[in-house]
T-cell receptor, first 110, second 114 residues
Framework: GQSLEQPSEVTAVEGAIVQINCTYQ??????LSWYQQHDGGAPTFLSY????GLEETGRFSSFLSRSDSYGYLLLQELQMKDSASYFC???????????FGQGTTLQVKP | GAGVSQTPSNKVTEKGKYVELRCDPI?????LYWYRQSLGQGPEFLIY????????DSGLPNDRFFAVRPEGSVSTLKIQRTERGDSAVYLC????????????FGPGTRLTVL
């Protein structure tokens, strides 16, 4: 089976940098994705790592290390609107389904 | 362009009733997914369609749950003999199977079983 672990909550101040970690146990997967979900909203795609290393998209970066079964999402120059839940997800094998972690609630304070 | 739409946005039903939840994916997306999300949890996979066929239904919890996509676009998730434990937000997503695994989610249907 597959399981992903994330911290349940993270708090940071506006303008700061925050890292949300994701550790996983899976026999194999096609890549690690990150999704953002505001309260009452739909999950929206943020980033995807197919290979080890860092992927950068504006203020957001994501990292994957398959040898360590570990990834993280890095959010820079935090803004109040970044307050949301963040989910890591893996696609196990050649199917379309995503397996999500339980999510990390990020609270950005002024 | 239009995103994924789901109807109804809210559904309240009584235990034992039958419900249908509808998903309209992004036009041209061949892959369609159903997930279920309980409060404070991540989305939980239910079923995945590639075109008209269910390519993976391993997440359906039991035989009360069934989904169809007869023409390869709109999909309906059907739940028979609803139970209070079925209460959750049911999310639909679609994708154009590229390498980035980006799935586009709809706003969800909040199902409440009384």
């Amino acid at each position: 089976g597959q399981s992903l672990e994330q911290p349940s909550e993270v708090t940071a101040v506006e303008g700061a940098i925050v890292q949300i970690n994701c550790t996983y146990q899976t026999s194999g997967f096609y890549g690690l994705s990150w999704y953002q979900q505001h309260d009452g909203g739909a999950p929206t795609f943020l980033s995807y790592n197919a290979l080890d290393g860092l992927e950068e998209t504006g203020r957001f970066s994501s990292f994957l290390s398959r040898s360590d079964s570990y990834g993280y999402l890095l959010l820079q120059e935090l803004q109040m609107k970044d307050s949301a839940s963040y989910f890591c997800a893996v696609r196990p094998g050649n199917t379309g389904k995503l397996i999500f972690g339980q999510g990390t609630t990020l609270q950005v304070k002024p | 362009g239009a995103g994924v739409s789901q109807t109804p946005s809210n559904k309240v039903t009584e235990k034992g009733k039958y419900v249908e939840l509808r998903c309209d994916p992004i036009s041209g997306h061949t892959a369609l997914y159903w997930y279920r999300q309980s409060l404070g949890q991540g989305p939980e996979f239910l079923i995945y369609f590639q075109g008209t066929g269910a390519a993976d239904d391993s997440g359906l919890p039991n035989d009360r749950f069934f989904a169809v996509r007869p023409e390869g676009s709109v999909s309906t998730l059907k739940i028979q003999r609803t139970e209070r434990g079925d209460s959750a937000v049911y999310l639909c997503a679609s994708s154009d199977r590229g390498s980035r695994d980006e799935q586009f989610f709809g706003p969800g249907t909040r199902l409440t079983v009384l």
